[in-house]
């Protein structure tokens, strides 16, 4: 009995090494097999699949897939090596089995199995092994998903890490802007004045206005524009009473932004808050025609930042 388990044991470790060489040789292509081309194999199974298995053969020279088919004759052999035997269900067919298989290549190249043998003492052995193994296998699967989900939020904390600093150099950059704009916003030389006038009661920008406008985008292509930030504050003139000519102001103020960033696409950046003065500031006055006609406006005042246009 001792000698039998002894004999056992030798062959179970063998297969284990087997296997394990198997593992290593899955990474190499499996020998393909021609198309009802009759073949006998004889190795060692080194991987196992529910309709299939992968042998290796002795040598290890070669690596073949087996098909399995509800036609296929499992026998094992008590009486002589690979004859005769006891009829067993392909589930018997272990990793670290030894077997002779034989049968016909498919379209796929691989090995449909009419017949595979193997015998009763590799079988135990065969038995022995997957005993050893699916703990072995189990605690490595375990620490696979285990390393791979710390490598995981690794990834997630990196990436989170990343997001954060980003953030906040966003955060720096803009804050530092908003200073520097603040900053410099007493900080300024007037440049140029466009004056923009309005009809009564309106805050549609009339022809004329749009002219007086397209000639200013003239001469502003021809200008450096760098550090210039644009103002633009609208008056009425004192027809009617004061909180609606408060309100007509901002209105026409609002009706040439609009005009500028829309036909000249003025950048929003480079405006200073809008603003409606009323009846406030007027340049002329509101006792004649005339006068009123001049305070009924829009001045788009160009203003250099000399904090952002020096050097």
Do not use: C, H
Not at 13 to 23: N, S, V
Not at 164 to 184: M, P, Y
Request: proline residues 2%; without cysteine.
């Amino acid at each position: 009995m001792k000698t039998i388990e002894k004999n056992i044991f030798k062959a179970s470790t063998f297969a284990l090494f087997i296997i394990l060489a198997g593992m290593t040789a899955m990474a190499q292509e499996t020998t393909s097999i021609p198309e009802g081309q009759r073949q006998r194999v004889l190795g060692y199974i080194n991987a196992r699949e529910a309709d299939s298995f992968t042998v290796q053969t002795v040598d290890k020279s070669k690596t073949y897939v087996v098909a399995l088919t509800s036609d296929t004759s499992v026998k094992s052999n008590t009486k002589g090596i690979f004859r005769g035997g006891t009829r067993y269900e392909s589930s018997y067919l272990l990793r670290g089995l030894r077997v002779e298989v034989e049968g016909r290549g498919n379209a796929d190249g691989a090995l449909v199995a009419d017949s595979v043998r193997f015998n009763e003492t590799d079988l135990r052995s065969a038995q022995a092994l997957e005993t050893r193994m699916e703990p072995v296998e189990q605690q490595v699967k375990s620490n696979s998903e285990r390393i791979a989900a710390t490598e995981e939020n690794q990834k997630k904390l990196e990436g989170q890490l990343e997001e954060t600093q980003a953030k906040a150099d966003l955060a720096a950059l803009e804050a530092a802007r908003a200073n520097n704009r603040i900053n410099g916003l007493d900080d300024w030389d007037m440049v140029k004045t466009v004056t923009v006038p309005f009809a009564t009661g309106s805050s549609t920008i009339g022809p004329k206005g749009k002219a007086i406008i397209e000639e200013a985008a003239k001469w502003v292509k021809t200008q450096d524009t760098k550090g210039w930030m644009v103002a633009i504050v609208g008056f009425a003139d004192s027809t009617g009473k004061t909180a609606a000519n408060k309100t007509l102001s901002e209105r026409r103020a609002n009706a040439v932004i609009g005009y500028l960033v829309t036909k000249y696409n003025l950048q929003l950046t480079r405006l200073v808050q809008p603003f409606g003065a009323g009846v406030e500031q007027p340049v002329a006055t509101n006792a004649t025609n005339e006068g009123r006609a001049l305070n009924r406006r829009v001045e788009i005042r160009l203003l250099r930042n000399k904090g952002i246009s020096e050097k």
